[in-house]
């Protein structure tokens, strides 16, 4: 996706999608340098919302509103250019418990290890998914994804866990793709990029997104 990203202006955000969403996406990347963007929701560089792969090959999360609100930056790295990571962002700021608002899946692995988790109130705004411009694969003309992303979810206003994307192979061990999840996918969900290089919306919704740039190659690669 180097130089290409795509967008959506979505539309009525409000309770419960801006405090309770799932992002569920498989990737690979192609390039270890600089930051690759997976999803955002950028204003400016005073406000935005950002899950991607950072300078250091670390998987950030960070909702930035003049100061941090939520920041998770794991200690994992990745590294592995030949390999395929399933990653689950399951958000719910409603969660009475701390360490419950925020929970990232790779691989189907609960990731308990971070070098940064700043979590902010019970019922805290998120920023995302709300009225206003979302990308993916990029954000403000900069920190394209240089890769592949393969059937991208957003679930708006349910919390799922990894085991309803994906599961463990009884025979080799490895995480598996789920290719028909049970998901509820809200006013501003979507399912795109199922099966090859259509953004076309997947899910019940209508929720399609744009191209721009070089445009989406696909590949059987997956």
Same mark, same amino acid.
């Given at each position: 996706?180097?130089?290409?990203? %795509? !967008?959506?202006?979505?539309?009525?955000?409000?309770?419960?999608?801006?405090?309770?969403? @799932?992002?569920?996406?498989?990737?690979?990347?192609s =390039?270890?340098?600089?930051?690759?963007?997976?999803?955002?929701?950028?204003? $400016?560089?005073?406000?935005?919302?950002? %899950?991607?792969? =950072?300078?250091?090959?670390?998987?950030?999360?960070?909702?930035?509103?003049?100061?941090?609100?939520?920041? &998770?930056?794991?200690?994992?790295?990745?590294?592995? @250019?030949?390999?395929? &990571?399933? %990653?689950?962002m399951a958000?719910?700021?409603?969660?009475?418990?701390?360490?419950?608002?925020?929970?990232?899946?790779?691989?189907?692995?609960?990731? @308990?290890?971070?070098?940064?988790?700043t979590?902010?109130?019970?019922?805290?705004?998120?920023?995302?998914?709300?009225?206003?411009?979302?990308?993916?694969?990029?954000?403000?003309?900069?920190?394209?994804?240089?890769?592949?992303?393969s059937?991208?979810?957003?679930?708006?206003?349910?919390?799922?866990?990894?085991?309803?994307?994906?599961?463990?192979?009884?025979?080799?061990?490895?995480?598996?793709? =789920?290719?028909?999840?049970?998901?509820?996918?809200?006013? $501003?969900?979507?399912?795109?990029?199922?099966?090859?290089?259509?953004?076309?919306?997947?899910?019940?919704? !209508? $929720?399609?997104? @744009?191209?721009?740039?070089?445009?989406?190659?696909?590949t059987?690669?997956?």
């Amino acid at each position: 996706m180097a130089n290409t990203y %795509l !967008s959506r202006t979505f539309g009525s955000g409000g309770s419960p999608g801006t405090l309770t969403w @799932t992002l569920s996406t498989w990737f690979k990347r192609s =390039n270890l340098t600089g930051e690759h963007v997976i999803m955002s929701s950028y204003i $400016n560089s005073a406000k935005y919302v950002v %899950l991607k792969i =950072n300078g250091n090959n670390k998987f950030e999360f960070r909702v930035y509103n003049s100061a941090d609100q939520w920041r &998770y930056t794991t200690t994992m790295k990745f590294m592995d @250019t030949s390999a395929w &990571y399933h %990653l689950v962002m399951a958000f719910d700021s409603t969660q009475a418990t701390a360490s419950e608002r925020v929970i990232i899946y790779i691989n189907g692995e609960r990731i @308990t290890a971070f070098d940064a988790s700043t979590v902010s109130a019970q019922n805290h705004n998120g920023d995302f998914n709300e009225a206003k411009l979302h990308t993916i694969g990029g954000r403000n003309s900069a920190d394209y994804f240089n890769g592949y992303m393969s059937d991208f979810h957003f679930a708006s206003g349910t919390r799922y866990a990894a085991t309803d994307f994906g599961s463990t192979d009884s025979t080799t061990g490895e995480w598996k793709i =789920n290719t028909n999840p049970s998901v509820t996918y809200g006013t $501003n969900g979507f399912r795109i990029l199922k099966d090859g290089n259509t953004i076309t919306d997947q899910s019940t919704n !209508s $929720n399609d997104w @744009t191209s721009s740039g070089a445009g989406i190659t696909k590949t059987e690669d997956s």
